[in-house]
């Protein structure tokens, strides 16, 4: 099999379209973040309920990526990919005509349905396409264009949101990512050529079975739902924190808080790199410790503890998700688009369901109550990385003693 290889013109376009693929989905998926407490006054409802205007995104992203992996290997991954950007762009429009809230809660439900064709078949064309000795550092550049995509929509939401209102904040975004999707439709190369398929569902079933049955896959699932479910608790309910006294923020202020995400930009490539040399077991532990840590800062007053934790918190949450969204590829053998499907399930069901469960520990015990329910999730998370690695050890001692 031909994969392409660092150096070669195809990886150095590959890799700007892969940055491509993290920053649009992100970009649109995230928007409504920052201006959620605004949401909450227009529409006059909770900060649980307005918490739904991703909630639902990423709730209905979730089950689509299912089909959208399976989709991908009758059609063609990149016809998929970029008709998703397409779709969702106009999507990201449209939600901005919304009259009420629940009109905006369609238009950002549809969103999720159609922004599920890029996530889980980049991973998967990662895996396909990549030398399996490089896929590490190729998807750090992937989950680097995401962390850049939600740090710049939410920054160019609060900032447009201060001069205008959130609606042309949400509508010039989505214009933007329309014309980055169509560079990456002229910039992505070819995956393998493909071949025609009879669609089974049997087979498909088959598929999602053998891997949600895989001992070796499943904790990673797991991990992937903590660790979204973590970190979208603590980027939610930050803008609450920040607009009220003593730190009376403006959007434009808290958008800029955001530019915390350029850590993890530069953690999912430099801890992807690290996993190479010192081992993707280690890199994990420390990422996942470097986590918790960064949540623990946030606890201090100051906006400056604020950010510092963040900082670091975000460092620790890219290059976790990196490392395991990498382990996942290796270790699913065949049928890899459904396997990345099954993971992103798993993270974006944390991003919707611990989402707005958050929402209820923000309303009855203030901060201290969002980053105790963060320390628990990130708790047995990291038991469950101990766990993996100790039966990992194990399964390796028994194969050489055979």
């Given amino acids: 099999m031909t994969y392409i290889e660092p150096g070669t013109t195809d990886y150095k376009r590959a890799r700007i379209a892969l940055f491509i693929a993290g920053l649009v989905p992100f970009i649109s998926i995230y928007t409504t973040q920052p201006t959620m407490p605004l949401l909450a006054e227009e529409f006059n409802v909770s900060a649980p309920v307005a918490s739904l205007s991703l909630s639902m995104t990423t709730g209905l992203l979730a089950f689509t990526l299912l089909a959208a992996g399976t989709i991908s290997d009758y059609i063609g991954m990149k016809k998929i990919m970029v008709l998703s950007m397409i779709l969702t762009s106009i999507l990201g429009v449209l939600s901005t005509l919304s009259p009420n809230f629940y009109t905006l809660l369609l238009f950002r439900t549809l969103l999720?349905?159609?922004?599920?064709?890029?996530?889980?078949?980049?991973?998967?064309?990662?895996?396909?396409?990549?030398?399996?000795?490089?896929?590490s550092m190729i998807m750090g550049f992937y989950i680097a264009g995401s962390s850049i995509g939600g740090m710049s929509g939410r920054i160019l939401t609060g900032i447009l949101t201060d001069f205008f209102n959130w609606r042309i904040a949400i509508a010039s975004i989505g214009i933007l990512t329309l014309m980055l999707s169509l560079v990456f439709m002229y910039t992505l190369p070819a995956s393998q050529p493909h071949k025609t398929k009879k669609l089974s569902w049997g087979a498909i079933w088959g598929a999602y079975k053998m891997h949600l049955t895989n001992r070796r896959l499943t904790p990673l699932f797991i991990l992937g739902f903590l660790l979204m479910g973590s970190f979208v608790s603590i980027y939610n309910y930050i803008g609450f924190l920040l607009t009220q006294p003593p730190y009376n923020l403006s959007q434009t202020i808290i958008g800029f808080v955001f530019i915390v995400y350029l850590c993890g930009t530069f953690s999912s490539i430099y801890m992807g790199k690290k996993a190479s040399v010192y081992g993707e077991p280690f890199i994990l532990k420390l990422s996942f410790a470097i986590t918790i840590f960064g949540t623990l800062l946030t606890l201090f007053p100051g906006v400056i503890f604020k950010i510092i934790g963040l900082s670091i918190f975000t460092f620790g949450f890219f290059a976790s998700h990196s490392i395991v969204s990498a382990l996942v590829t290796e270790l699913a053998g065949i049928n890899k688009a459904q396997a990345s499907s099954l993971y992103l399930l798993f993270y974006y069901l944390g991003t919707s369901l611990v989402g707005s469960v958050g929402g209820y520990f923000w309303e009855s015990l203030h901060w201290v109550g969002v980053i105790s329910f963060n320390l628990c999730l990130l708790g047995v998370g990291l038991a469950i990385i101990f766990v993996r690695d100790y039966k990992e050890k194990h399964r390796e001692h028994s194969s050489a003693s055979m």
Wanted: glycine letters at 12%; zero cysteines; charged letters at 5%.
């Fill in 112 to 135: 999720g349905v159609f922004v599920a064709g890029v996530p889980s078949i980049a991973m998967a064309f990662i895996g396909r396409t990549f030398n399996p000795l490089h896929t």
